[in-house]
């Protein structure tokens, strides 16, 4: 991509109205707009990082047996009534009526329209064990929407649903899920911390919210420091095998949101407790019969009886995740994103756009890399090298290829690795390889 081409409108100034790192960062590098409080418009670069991210929750979950489908946003205030959350969810819903009076919602989350999916679809247990979600945007009414992307009231969720015949068998289901959640986090470069949490709104009495540490965190977390050693495993995954064991290791160590936090543990670990903020990225649920009883979604099982079916949700707060990263991965010139997620892997910078040499060898560079399978985003623009410089520090890119007249002469690029900041002279042939070898 050509940056003289590239919708890619980056600020100088810090907005007053971003109060946290990675609303300052989404603003100032060109990655969103704000449209009305708590609703936001994904600019070009902005929607790259968010497709990774979409592109890696489906990987794992499409891999743990899930099944992706698509539900609509605007549904029936019918379904929420049948499961009796619908006067009960308070003022965060938004209530709408279409021109023939019909009461309808924009989706806070998706329960009661993926039970009548099911009810509607699913007759027998030979039809179970089954996992269905989907990446779509809610919307709740948030009373004060606030930092950015990281609480705004319209947001890109993942949401998936689990259909089980009995307790033991959504137990396992839950463990798969909680594994893939561990794997997705992984993949990313977060640590993410299960802890024990309340379901809220949703119900259930099993229930894992997973966060990352950031001083920035709306929630109090505790955990025993411990835990920030354990590792997952990069390896592949057989989620047909028992996966009790994965979860009882990250479980074993204490770990628990403000709302679960025993008090006790602080006498019991001593200087061992973490009290630290946390980003919650992704919760999951056990709600066993809640939605299934209440909207009559039952199966016939092996004795010819009808049961209601047992039911978990496991969420993923997929825009939100954007902004966690940041708070993650950044420092005081902008983004240093992890390679996964970075919205272009290389940064080419042509220092003298005006001399034909450094513009001819930028250009096959460009084209080298591009051809290999490397997303290059070429700076073509007639601007300051300072200013260069400034912008593909704030985008955060992995690597910057810095070509040049004087370097040409010497047969010499230079290649900056963003996150330590090192600044290495090479010969092309030799910066190529780097880059090549960086990306298999």
């Keep these: 991509m050509f940056l003289s081409e590239y919708f890619l409108p980056t600020a100088k100034e810090i907005p007053s109205e971003a109060k946290i790192v990675s609303h300052r960062y989404m603003l100032r590098s060109g990655m969103i707009r704000q449209s009305s409080s708590g609703i936001y418009s994904w600019l070009p670069i902005g929607l790259r990082v968010l497709r990774k991210i979409e592109k890696i929750i489906r990987d794992e979950q499409n891999r743990a047996g899930a099944q992706e489908l698509l539900m609509p946003t605007i549904q029936s205030a019918d379904i929420w009534k049948e499961s009796g959350r619908y006067a009960d969810y308070g003022k965060e819903m938004l209530r ?256 003298n756009v005006g001399n034909q040499a450094s513009s001819q060898m930028s250009l096959e560079v460009y084209q080298k890399l591009t051809n290999a399978g490397v997303e290059v985003l070429y700076d073509d623009r007639k601007e300051r090298a300072g200013v260069k410089f400034a912008d593909m520090d704030l985008i955060g890119l992995p690597l910057q290829l810095i070509v040049g007249p004087r370097g040409i002469t010497n047969d010499e690029v230079e290649l900056k690795e963003r996150k330590t900041g090192k600044i290495m002279k090479m010969s092309l042939e030799k910066a190529l390889k780097k880059i090549l070898d960086g990306k298999r």
């Excluded at 930092?147 to 089980?164: I, P, Q, T, W």
């Excluded at 969420?315 to 954007?322: A, F």
């Design 96 to 351: 709408v009526e279409d021109r023939h009076g019909r009461e309808l919602l924009y989706g806070p989350t998706n329960e009661e329209l993926i039970t009548e999916i099911f009810r509607d679809t699913i007759r027998s247990y030979k039809d179970l064990p089954l996992i269905l979600y989907h990446i779509q945007w809610k919307f709740r009414d948030e009373v004060r929407p606030r930092f950015g992307v990281m609480r705004g009231r319209e947001f890109l969720m993942k949401d998936g649903y689990s259909f089980d015949m009995s307790y033991e068998e959504a137990r396992s289901t839950y463990n798969k899920m909680f594994v893939c959640y561990l794997r997705i986090f992984n993949r990313m470069g977060l640590k993410a911390i299960p802890m024990t949490a309340e379901s809220g709104p949703i119900g259930g009495d099993m229930s894992h919210e997973f966060l990352i540490l950031a001083d920035t965190g709306e929630s109090q977390v505790f955990c025993d420091r411990a835990i920030l050693d354990y590792s997952v495993s990069d390896s592949s995954i057989d989620y047909k095998s028992d996966l009790q064991p994965t979860v009882d290791k990250w479980t074993s160590l204490y770990a628990a949101t403000d709302e679960k936090h025993d008090k006790s543990q602080e006498n019991i670990l001593g200087e061992k407790l973490i009290s630290a903020r946390g980003i919650e990225v992704g919760h999951i649920f056990y709600f066993g019969k809640k939605y299934s009883q209440s909207m009559n979604a039952r199966v016939s099982d092996r004795d010819g009886n009808m049961v209601s079916v047992e039911m978990g949700s496991y969420g993923i707060g997929v825009s939100r995740l954007v902004a966690a990263v940041i708070e993650a991965y950044h420092d005081d010139n902008g983004i240093l994103w992890p390679s996964v997620l970075a919205p272009f892997d290389v940064g080419l910078i042509n220092l």
